[in-house]
């Protein structure tokens, strides 16, 4: 790994998402290379230290075994949605979780999101306002950007098939260890990823960007390279 390469990785992390000096989440955002070791740890504790507030509704026939710390004015729980026992939540504003969802480990969700049925969400921050993750995904060790979409059956993976390794980081042609076993996406502000699009571990999509459905992602997805996967989708799937 050369100086150059950490460089252009931590010119990327600090991209992804619109500063916002006001939200003290915004702060827990990894902004660099350096920052996602102990994200998962920064996550917890900030899990942790939130107030305890209880504004939303769960329906009755959620399933909570975790602890729902905090939930704000509007947002529900639907029935059949599942707060495994691993599972610390805050949910922001408006936002919804549908039947048949899971979530696991720390999980927070902004404003005026949508986790829909029968996904499952592990230790990931969806930002709002404006987020939505469609029905039928998996996110794992993942941060979703402000106003982005996740469409249905988009799958992303959170860690390697080799055991002990850990997840590098890639733009071109520079690669950075980033010291985790798992990590999934980290997907920019107002991005949308078609359905069934499969992202593999440490994928970044930059900001503003449409992915087609179908794909599969690794590395960092800027504009030049979702240009050749749009170019690609209508070669194979074009009239």
């Known amino acids: 790994m050369s100086s150059a390469d950490a460089d252009l990785i931590d010119a990327t992390l600090a991209s992804l998402w619109d500063p916002n000096p006001d939200s003290e989440l915004d702060a827990l955002l990894p902004r660099s290379a350096s920052a996602l070791g102990p994200f998962p740890e920064a996550l917890l504790a900030y899990v942790n230290r939130a107030p305890r507030r209880v504004q939303g509704l769960v329906d009755p026939a959620a399933i909570v075994r975790g602890e729902i710390v905090s939930m704000g004015e509007g947002s529900v729980i639907e029935a059949g949605a599942i707060i495994h026992e691993s599972c610390r939540l805050i949910l922001g504003a408006g936002s919804r979780i549908r039947s048949g969802a899971v979530l696991r480990g720390p999980v927070v969700v902004g404003e005026e999101c949508l986790i829909g049925v029968l996904c499952e969400v592990w230790r990931t921050i969806i930002l709002g306002p404006g987020t939505t993750v469609a029905h039928g995904n ?3 060790d993942s941060i979703i950007g402000r106003g982005a979409l996740v469409s249905g059956n988009v799958i992303v993976a959170n860690h390697t098939m080799q055991p002990g390794r850990t997840v590098t980081l890639r733009r071109g ?6 010291g985790r076993s798992h990590l999934g996406a980290l ?3 107002r991005a949308k990823l078609g359905m069934s699009t499969h992202l593999c571990p440490g994928t970044i999509v930059m900001k503003d960007l449409s992915i087609p459905p179908g794909m599969v992602l690794y590395g960092t997805i800027d504009a030049a390279r979702r240009q050749a996967l749009v170019d690609r989708f209508f070669r194979e799937w074009g009239e």
């Not at 042609?173 to 980033?178: E, K, M, P, T």
């Open 173 to 178: 042609q520079a690669a950075l260890d980033s």
């Open 138 to 140: 998996f996110l794992g």
């Open 187 to 189: 997907v920019g502000d």
